[in-house]
């Protein structure tokens, strides 16, 4: 079975510029979440789908970062204009449950310069 | 609210050596605690969890005991490899949530 996969996996972008990264979770988890882990800080929650809904977008820094789940499979997160604190690593994580435990993947490392 | 304090990394050890990663917590209501592991290009893994006061996790030799009274989770293992060169994050969740609060991680480096 494939596990929680992230596209790209590195990204290089300037300031003010748009990145979208992806995340495919494992098949059949309805849960989705999206955490970030900025300059060696903690990992932290940015949100979380049930399906194709947003179940909790507490952790969402701003109106900058944006997503999506369409269809309720593959999630994207959109980040228009990125600013220099937008770096970091971007992490994915699935379960099948709603309180089981989360498979992550191998994250997105985005550099705004 | 909750949160996660880590010791600083790195820590380097010999292999064969005694590891102790410590892990202390601040949460409302009864957390769940989780020892997660970053390997070199991978993804987190879980690698242990204690759901309850006095639940001791463990997992290819690592250990960690929920300690309410001290709020504290630390990692352990007696004789670490090589290939246990990687990041350790410490986590938790509290109620019904599945929202983890993590801590800042600490990199361990293990020398031949």
């Known amino acids: 079975e494939a596990g929680v996969t992230q596209f790209p996996s590195h990204s290089v972008i300037e300031k003010g510029q748009t990145v979208t990264l992806r995340c495919d979770p494992i098949s059949g988890h309805d849960n989705l979440y999206w955490y970030r882990r900025v300059m060696g800080k903690e990992i932290k929650f940015l949100l979380h789908?049930?399906?194709?809904?947003?179940?909790?977008e507490s952790g969402m820094p701003n109106n900058r970062f944006l997503a999506e789940r369409t269809g309720g499979t593959y999630s994207t997160l959109k980040v228009q204009p990125a600013e220099l604190e937008d770096s970091g690593v971007y992490f994915c994580?699935?379960?099948?449950?709603?309180?089981?435990?989360?498979?992550f993947g191998p994250g997105t490392r985005l550099t705004v310069t | 609210g909750n949160s996660v304090t880590q010791m600083e990394g790195p820590v380097t050890l010999s292999e064969e050596a005694f590891l102790t990663i410590n892990c202390t917590y601040t949460?409302?209501?009864?957390?769940?605690l989780f020892w997660y592991v970053q390997y070199p290009g991978e993804g987190l893994q879980l690698l242990l969890k204690?759901?309850?006061?006095?639940d001791k996790g463990s997992n290819k030799g690592f250990e960690a005991t929920y300690r309410k009274e001290t709020t504290s989770f630390h990692l352990e293992k007696g004789s670490v490899q090589v290939s246990d060169s990687a990041v350790y994050f410490c986590a938790l969740v509290t109620g019904g949530g599945n929202k983890l609060t993590f801590g800042t991680g600490t990199q361990l480096k293990v020398e031949l």
């Open positions: 949460a409302t209501g009864y957390p769940s």
């Open positions: 789908f049930v399906k194709e809904s947003k179940q909790d």
């Open positions: 994580a699935s379960s099948q449950e709603t309180r089981g435990e989360q498979y």
């Open positions: 204690a759901t309850k006061a006095d």
